[in-house]
């Protein structure tokens, strides 16, 4: 026998029996798995006991001679072997015992409850009432527990002395049955009884085995193989190295100790000479930032459903409407189908297309960011006046002047305000009184009257009329007596300086005949063309009339104590459409088709020229304090200029659908009107604040109709009442009208 | 709902009725009326209570529910006034008052300015330069070219002095032509006579007032100035001129050699910033002025100094106080008809009605609840101060606008406006019904 051979099977098949000196490998492997399988044979496994016992004899004989000292130990394992097995059995014996005496059944065949003991299920009662009975209980299915047989006194009495296991022999009092205690139980009890760890373990302060500790061992915890990767050096961290080693080639990238280094160099107190570096962002985080997220494509709806609800389908009339548009122009780009199941639903054959237009739509499509800001939009505009603190303005029409035959131009109210004179195309010149409405004088004209305006100068009563290519001085007599007596005799007055009539002058003043100064008339001025303008200064001796056409005179200044005339400007800078006074400073205001050029007349020069933003003036007044104007244009629009401001309008007002004719400020209320050709006089609240860092306030708040339209003309001319929030108005239709 | 509410399941209103002449009280029982009712149903009930169905002579009513006049049904006047309708109403009721009937339309040559009567004669101012003085039954007395402008304004001096025969009247007229006359007129002889002429504004002479003894005038103008003038005969001749030295005399004179005697004011009043368009005397000492610089402004005569301001948002354009209620009455551009009360200094009403700008105002002077107003929308209109939101009556006959109305003849209410007509409208206090 090989006892090298023999020794590696007892080693292979630890715990196992070598029955036989095994003639082979194989064999002993069958033998001994066939002792494992009937292990729970207790006859054989005895048996088989007492053969290993005498078969290890002959062994330790054998080996003897060999090796003394391995003997020694294969017999020590050998023993301990021995009573592991006889344990082992013993409990597989109980284990049977047990089986055999319950009719031979899986006891958890049919029931998987974890309660200890099932079989009888009569409860927690007390068993005694059964002791009459030859049942002790039911089973789970009902059926009686038949009582083990119970021997009778002699029998106990033999048991007593024949089995050596009566001692340790109770009866499980719901099954009857006997049950010998197990050499563990009964060491349990034992422990028990005498206050100690019923678990069995001896030594609770047993030194802690710790398994992961720092200390190296020899053997691993786990027997897990190192991975991979813990051979190979990492990518990233070579591409990171990479990527510091080139920073530190650039010098991006300093070495600590060389940064350390600089600090300590660094004067620390010479200035920074980057003041921005702290704002500058780097590119990459910028990119971040302004990265604009690709545009989400809006979610189906239940129009794209494979089902959708019958509201969504197209009847006949949608189709055909569908069918009939363009695919640029349909509300959606597919028709809703209902199919009878997913299933059946077709494969979908735009698809390919509608990604590739996706695709196309991102790469193309130029997006960009919209700075969004949580404004309301209600607090952007400007906080709008309540109409009614604006008060006073003329809101209705209060009095029609009725009496010329033919429209009415021009319209001026005197500086007192009790008289209105208008100049109309049928050849007069109406005097009203303001307050009734009565015509007061009629003075008759040689042609139709252009333009009237009273003399500014309350202390002179004389209202000019412009007739053609005249102006007409005219005292009307109405009013306060001994100023108008004054104003005559002022004008009677005058006596003719040699020093004037050696001037050539570009137009002759002369008087009138006795015929014309019965009606008032008083002086005549005979311009060379006809005047399409004429103002006042506010001072009332000075006054400017535009006359039409002659290139170097179209502006005349004429001065009525001297009976001078002067044409300032020796070539005019375009069509002089209208000429103002500045009410305070020696300005000359001059309106040509674009532009409005302010002359100093005393230094004589030009002293400012303003844009306006429209293609051409028809009418221009100058706010009160003398700091703002309002220009009107043909092409429906007005402009407010804050000469403080700027060149060009503060703000512009489209407000009209056709040309506006006349513009004019109140002289002490804060309001403007603009009378236009559609036939409206809207009448503006504008508030000029004294405080300089406040813009003017301008606020539409009256719409004022009134005159009728004929021949594309309506209102003509409007102008305020001198005290009062009123406005008149003349019209093409021949009347005049005041809003109250 | 609706159907419901026709069926007569309309809400019920507790109401008693009472009033103040004794003739036509009925028991003072509350009565249980559908809110629906109108003041012509509640006068079917009243009628009912008082003649149980003697028809034969039958006053009108008027009623007033917490001194307002009821105009619509009583619905509508509940929701307006939110009244509830559990609470128990008192109605008073009163005579209504009687249409005016159109009597008499006067002729004239131009517009009429002013117009003022008294007792049985009319005087009207017209934009011809003329007065014309009337009697009562329409007969044109004379015709008194006097000033060189258009009359503007009118005043009786002593508003009823009648002694017999010798019946001799008063009264003062201004003008455009800055000046202003008095005049005597003699009923016996049919004699006009220049007594005074006031010069002295700078302005056209828009209105002017004689005190209650007609002896002190005051005059408004264009000029912004209020004066006193006197027209005592006794006064001493300091303020006097001989008439040959002025410049601006009335080129005819009809008087028959009586010298006229021109006069300085008394007195000059400054404080108006516009031009002055009324003035009143509320009693011997104190004057009212209204102005078209938005002011009404309190005079004191004797001090000659302004006592009191009250500022309106319109300018006035015309004020008239009524003698009963103290009440100042104010016509404005703004169509509306504004009451003042001068002692608490705060507006009392504003009566709405005219669709142009009123151009005069005038008080009864036996009622103080009623008052007439004159528009340039050619209506005159009879108010009540209890109903500030319809008038009376429109009285119609004016085809132009109308620039004064008059209710001094406590009968005779006139207007006279633009289309040169006078126009005359009775007036009876209550309406009868036959």
Redesign the interface.
């Known amino acids: 026998m090989n006892s090298g051979g023999k020794r590696k099977s007892g080693s292979l098949n630890e715990g196992s029996h070598d029955i036989e000196e095994g003639p082979s490998l194989l064999t002993s492997h069958i033998a001994t798995s066939d002792a494992d399988s009937e292990a729970s044979d207790e006859s054989e496994i005895e048996g088989s006991e007492s053969d290993e016992s005498s078969s290890q004899d002959e062994e330790n004989v054998e080996s003897d001679s060999s090796d003394d000292s391995d003997s020694d130990d294969d017999s020590d394992n050998d023993a301990g072997y021995d009573s592991a097995s006889v344990e082992k059995d013993k409990s597989a014996a109980d284990a049977d015992k047990a089986e055999s005496s319950v009719n031979s059944k899986d006891e958890y065949e049919y029931d998987s409850s974890d309660e200890e003991d099932v079989r009888n299920t009569i409860g927690n009662i007390p068993v005694n009432w059964y002791d009459n009975y030859d049942h002790i209980g039911y089973d789970v299915e009902g059926n009686k527990l038949i009582k083990p047989k119970q021997g009778d006194a002699l029998d106990e009495f033999l048991e007593k002395v024949d089995d050596p296991n009566y001692w340790r022999t109770v009866r499980n009092k719901l099954t009857g049955q006997k049950v010998v205690l197990s050499d563990e139980d009964l060491n349990q009890i034992q422990r028990i009884q005498s206050s100690t760890h019923p678990g069995g373990s001896d030594d609770l302060y047993a030194p802690w085995v710790d398994f992961f500790s720092n200390e190296v061992m020899e053997m691993p915890v786990t027997g897990r193989p190192p991975d991979k990767r813990s051979f190979i050096p990492s990518k990233w961290e070579k591409q990171r190295v990479g990527q510091m080693v080139h920073a530190l080639k650039m010098g991006w990238m300093k070495p600590r100790g060389e940064i350390r280094k600089a600090k300590l160099s660094r004067d620390p107190n010479a200035p920074s000479l980057d003041l921005w570096k702290d704002d500058a962002e780097p590119e990459i985080t910028k990119r971040y930032r302004m990265h604009i997220p690709a545009p989400k494509e809006p979610l189906p709806g239940h129009a794209e459903s494979y089902n959708p609800p019958e509201e969504y389908l197209f009847d006949e009339e949608e189709e055909a409407k569908w069918d009939g548009q363009e695919p640029e122009e349909r509300r959606m780009d597919f028709k809703p189908e209902k199919f009878s199941s997913y299933r059946a639903v077709p494969k979908y054959e735009k698809f390919i297309n509608e990604r590739f237009h996706r695709l196309l739509d991102l790469y193309m499509a130029a997006r960009q960011r919209k700075m969004k800001m949580n404004v309301n939009p209600e607090d952007l505009i400007p906080k709008r006046p309540d109409k009614k603190d604006l ?2 303005y003329p ?2 029409e ?2 029609i002047y009725k009496g010329h035959k033919d429209m009415v131009r021009t319209i001026s109210p005197d500086p ?3 008289w209105l004179a208008s100049g109309s195309d049928d050849a007069t010149v109406k005097v009203w009184e303001i ?4 015509c ?1 004088k009629t003075i008759p004209m040689a042609s139709k009257v252009t333009c009237v305006a009273w003399n500014p100068n309350p202390s002179v009563n004389l209202l000019a009329a412009t007739v053609d290519s005249d102006v007409v001085l005219i005292n009307p007599q ?6 108008c007596s004054n104003t005559d005799s002022t004008l009677e007055s005058y006596v003719e300086s040699a020093s004037s009539s050696e001037h050539k002058s570009p137009v002759s003043w002369s008087t009138v005949s006795d015929a014309d100064h019965k009606k008032g008339v008083r002086l005549k001025i005979e311009h060379q063309q006809e005047i399409t303008h004429f103002t006042w200064h506010a001072k009332g001796d000075y006054f400017a009339t535009v006359q039409k056409g002659s290139k170097g005179q179209s502006v005349l200044i004429h001065q009525l104590s001297r009976r001078q005339t002067q044409a300032p400007f020796s070539k005019p800078k375009g069509l002089v459409q209208r000429v103002m006074f500045h009410p305070v400073h020696p300005y000359f205001f001059v309106a040509t088709q674009q532009h409005i050029r302010i002359y100093n007349l005393v230094k004589q020069e030009l002293h400012k020229k303003l844009q306006a933003n429209c293609k051409y003036i028809s009418s221009i007044d100058i706010h009160p304090g003398g700091d703002n104007i309002i220009i009107g244009s043909y092409d429906s629009r007005l402009c407010w200029f804050d000469l403080d401001l700027s060149t060009k309008p503060y703000q512009t007002l489209k407000y009209h659908k056709k040309a506006l004719r006349q513009v004019a400020y109140h002289k002490h209320y804060p309001l403007f009107a603009s009378a236009s050709d559609d036939g409206s006089i809207i009448v503006s609240h504008g508030k000029v604040y004294t405080d300089q860092l406040l813009n003017p306030l301008i606020v539409t708040v009256k719409i004022l109709r009134g005159h009728k339209t004929t021949n594309h003309l309506s209102v003509l001319d409007c102008k305020f009442h001198p ?2 929030p ?1 406005i008149f108005s003349s019209g093409a239709d021949s009347t005049i009208r005041l809003f ?1 | 709902m609706a159907s419901e509410a026709s069926l007569g399941s309309i809400s019920h209103v507790q109401a008693k009725f009472f009033t103040k002449q004794k003739e036509y009280s009925i028991p003072d029982v509350p009565y249980s009326l559908p809110i629906t009712v109108s003041p012509k149903e509640l006068n079917d009930i009243v009628h009912n209570v008082l003649y149980e169905g003697d028809n034969e002579k039958t006053a009108v009513f008027d009623f007033l529910i917490n001194g307002e006049l009821l105009r619509s049904t009583l619905e509508f006047y509940l929701e307006d006034k939110e009244i509830s309708i559990e609470s128990e109403l008192e109605v008073e009721y009163i005579e209504r008052q009687a249409a005016p009937r159109p009597e008499a339309s006067l002729s004239h040559d131009d517009w009429i300015s002013s117009v003022r009567g008294n007792n049985n004669l009319i005087i009207c101012g017209c934009y011809d330069n003329t007065i014309k003085l009337w009697s009562r039954d329409g007969q044109c007395l004379t015709t008194i070219p006097g000033h060189s402008g258009p009359v503007k304004c009118l005043t009786w001096l002593k508003r009823a002095e009648s002694s017999g025969e010798d019946e001799e009247y008063l009264f003062a007229s201004g003008s455009h032509d800055q000046a202003a006359f008095v005049w005597r007129w003699k009923g016996s002889k049919k004699e006009i006579d220049c007594l005074y002429a006031f010069r002295g504004h700078s302005g056209s002479v828009d209105c002017i007032d004689a005190n209650g003894d007609g002896e002190r005038i005051i005059t408004g103008s264009w000029d912004k100035t209020i004066k006193l003038w006197t027209a005592d005969n006794t006064s001493t001749d300091q303020n006097e001129r001989d008439d040959s030295e002025n410049t601006h005399q009335p080129k005819k004179m009809k008087s028959g050699g009586h010298k006229m005697i021109t006069r300085v004011p008394l007195l000059t009043l400054g404080g108006h910033k516009e031009a002055v368009s009324a003035v009143v005397w509320l009693d011997d000492t104190n004057v009212c002025s209204s102005s078209w610089d938005h002011t009404l402004r309190l005079w004191d005569m004797s001090r000659a100094e302004q006592t009191q301001i009250l500022e309106g948002s319109k300018a006035f354009f015309q004020i008239a106080q009524s003698p009963l209620s103290n009440l100042i009455a104010s016509a404005s551009a703004d169509r509306h008809v504004r009451l003042h009360d001068l002692r608490t200094k705060e507006m009392k009403g504003t009566y709405t009605s005219h669709a142009g700008w009123v151009s005069s105002v005038d008080w009864s002077k036996s009622d103080e609840h009623l008052f007439v107003s004159g528009s340039h929308d050619c209506l005159m209109k009879l108010w009540d101060t209890r109903s500030p939101k319809a008038p009376l009556y429109n009285l119609i006959g004016q085809e132009e606008k109308i620039l004064a109305v008059d209710w001094s003849i406590p009968d005779l209410m006139l207007s006279g406006g633009a289309d040169n007509q006078l126009k005359m409208f009775n007036y009876k206090k209550f309406l009868i019904m036959k």
């Open positions: 008060q006073p809101t209705r209060g009095m007192s305000g009790q307050a009734t409405g009565r007061m109405v009013g306060d007596k001994l100023v005290t009062q009123w109250v």
